[in-house]
């Protein structure tokens, strides 16, 4: 999203957990890496800083505050949304693994939880219903405006979005009600550079 913000083309690349070799130039085993010639940036945020320096224009944050408020609404959902968003999903983003990525991703999410996978997922309504509870504050700003960043969006939408596009992809379990502002930005986000993330393989989501 935050390239399409910027007017850039780039190629993605499928890649699986246990794909490790083909990002092991960038010295870590996390996506995303984003290699620009001769460039290689890893990590979202870092992603987000070398293209907002790379491409001034059309800005992902407008001024230092915007981006320290950025960095605390990414840091937010990575703490308190990530949680019940995975426990919503996780037992159908397992079933849709490859088979190859499945041992690694049991076994590490199991040491992580400190129990079965079919603990950890075993009440994904509930799971939905505390992220529901736990979007107050991103509700209370869509109610007045648009956009998490205002009229218009910006990175803070951007990482938001992302969590709930990575739950579309995996999962069709129903995370926002109809009626919910939250449920409107999300639409909003999903229409956005030409229905960018709509087009991306996923789940409907539910209406
Ligand atoms: N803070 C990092 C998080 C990176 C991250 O955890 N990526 C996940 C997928 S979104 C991953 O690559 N996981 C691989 C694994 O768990 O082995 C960012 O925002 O880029």
Redesign the pocket.
Known sequence: MALAHKGLEAETIPWR?TDTEAIAFSGQ????VLVDGDSEV????A?AQYLEKKVPAQPLFEGAQARSLAFVL?TWV?STLHGPILRTVILDLFNALHEKDRE?FRE?REKRFGKPLEEVGGDPKKAAADLRTALLPVRQQLVQEPYVCGQDPGFADYILFGAFQ?ARAVSPQRLLEPDDPVYAWRERLLDLHGGLARNAKGYEVWS
Do not use: A
């Open positions: 957990f085993d996390k996506v995303p890893h990590d979202s945020w992603i990414k990575e690694y590490s990575w």
